[in-house]
């Protein structure tokens, strides 16, 4: 288990540098490796790629829907491609063409999407990729990553090739905490316990993982356990994880750089209501808006999901717990 007491600032890393650094040593091993972008190849730290490997490297321009049919096309041909753009036109723009053309015949392409839910914040509504989760894991055949390390992206990006159907994976904008060792082993579907608590858990995905752990050190200086997970899979969610927490500790917040309907909190809900459990589950993130304007840290702060926000919402949850009397009712009473 990680060191959870760690202090998650001590080190960053560029996701999107992480992922494309990787994804050019994976292209020396694999030719069957090709990459597509929409025109955002420096954005999405692909240049090394296309240096190392030009005549396996496509950029079809600003037309995602293109840019998912020729990947498709290329994944009947044998190839592996990964698809590289942003969250929004990846789920949103090019909807039909993954679903249809991707998701429907079960073809082996990788779609790594950044800027999600309110990391590109000052690029405003059209490209905050708020929907994503939702709109993914809906389709069969996808598997959905929100990873919540930097450094883990090298272990996820060799997962989604090894997979025998479609990825998508999800990807902030700028720098990210370093939360876990780099040797920690991840596993598609097994999420991540950071932090042991009894008295409420935190779940969180993304980029927020780093917060929900520093909400669970602020709340252990309050005297008040808090697990702390990171459910960095989406589809197919950890389950198992997700009732243990509801039964030991009796009330789950969630924590995403997502629209509140549709991606964790809307997984994890679902989770404990088919098992008929009685856990609340307090869902923070992006409410029914569309984001405003800023930088990212303003904004989780302004929404509520950051780390003051997650903590504030846990103490006010457990006070609300505290103050709850049982009722002893005799039969006959009215």
Do not use: W
Request: aromatic share 6%.
């Amino acid at each position: 288990m990680p060191d959870v007491t760690m202090n998650v600032n001590d080190m960053f890393a560029n996701p999107r540098e992480v992922y494309g650094a990787e994804l050019a040593r994976m292209g020396d091993v694999y030719d069957d490796i090709v990459v597509l972008t929409a025109d955002v190849m420096t954005s999405n730290k692909l240049g090394e790629f296309k240096r190392a490997h030009p005549r396996r490297f496509f950029n079809v321009g600003v037309a995602e829907a293109n840019l998912m049919g020729i990947a498709a096309g290329l994944a009947v041909d044998g190839k592996t491609p990964f698809v590289s753009t942003f969250a929004a036109f990846a789920s949103m723009r090019a909807h039909e063409q993954v679903r249809t053309d991707i998701a429907y015949p079960n073809l082996p392409v990788k779609i790594i999407a950044t800027m999600s839910g309110l990391s590109g914040g000052i690029a405003g509504p059209t490209h905050q990729g708020m929907e994503d989760l939702g709109t993914l894991r809906m389709m069969p055949n996808m598997t959905v990553i929100a990873p919540g390390d930097p450094l883990q992206l090298k272990h996820f990006v060799r997962i989604a090739y090894a997979l025998p159907g479609p990825v998508y994976m999800r990807l902030g904008r700028g720098n990210d905490p370093v939360i876990h060792d780099e040797t920690l082993a991840v596993e598609v579907g097994k999420a991540i316990t950071v932090r042991e608590g009894d008295d409420i858990a935190i779940i969180a995905c993304g980029t927020i993982v780093s917060e929900a752990i520093q909400a669970g050190q602020m709340l252990a200086e309050r005297g008040i356990g808090a697990r702390v997970i990171d459910m960095h899979t989406i589809k197919p969610l950890d389950r198992e994880t997700i009732i243990r927490a509801a039964d030991e500790t009796g009330v789950i917040v969630t924590a995403e750089d997502h629209s509140i309907y549709g991606g964790l909190g809307s997984s994890v809900a679902e989770v404990i209501a088919e098992h008929g459990l009685s856990c609340p589950v307090i869902r923070l993130g992006i409410p029914d808006v569309f984001g405003l304007v800023g930088q990212p840290e303003e904004l989780f702060h302004y929404y509520g999901f950051d780390a003051d926000g997650i903590c504030a919402t846990a103490v006010t949850r457990l006070a609300h717990r505290a103050r709850r009397k049982p009722v002893s009712v005799t039969r006959g009473e009215k």
